[in-house]
């Protein structure tokens, strides 16, 4: 006989998860994090386009010398980078509106503002 389980409970602060669920495929973030969400958004690029992102933005390495390491053009290595910039901008995009508001009152303006 099957044991029945209980079903996986979700917070209410994490509702969106159920409707996004291609956001936080293999990684939780919290979509209030800045960094988190920077990081999630590069960590999704494809492996072609991090490739060339990385070395540009973290090691601050220039386009020809990308290219002379991974044996591709400069033209290249410079179209990747347009397309991981695209990329992790639309990801932080769909993130910040698919972001549940917060009901801290701390943060609320005030009504006759």
């Known amino acids: 006989m099957m044991r029945l ?9 994490q ?3 159920w409707r996004y669920p291609y956001l936080w495929r293999g990684r939780i973030f919290d979509p209030h994090d800045a960094q988190q969400v920077m ?16 070395p540009n933005h973290i090691q601050a390495l220039d386009y020809a010398l990308i290219a002379r ?6 033209a ?3 179209a990747r980078l347009a397309d991981a ?8 995009a769909l993130i910040e509106r698919a972001r549940p508001h ?6 609320a303006e005030h009504p006759d503002v």
């Open 15 to 17: 509702w969106w998860r």
């Open 85 to 92: 910039l695209c990329e992790i901008s639309r990801t932080i």
């Open 102 to 107: 917060s009901n801290n009152p701390a943060n």
């Open 76 to 78: 290249e290595v410079q």
């Open 5 to 13: 389980r209980m079903p996986w409970t979700l917070a209410v602060s």
């Open 39 to 54: 990081s999630y958004a590069v960590l999704r690029l494809r492996q072609e386009t991090r490739d060339v992102f990385l």
């Open 69 to 74: 390491h991974l044996g591709i053009s400069a």
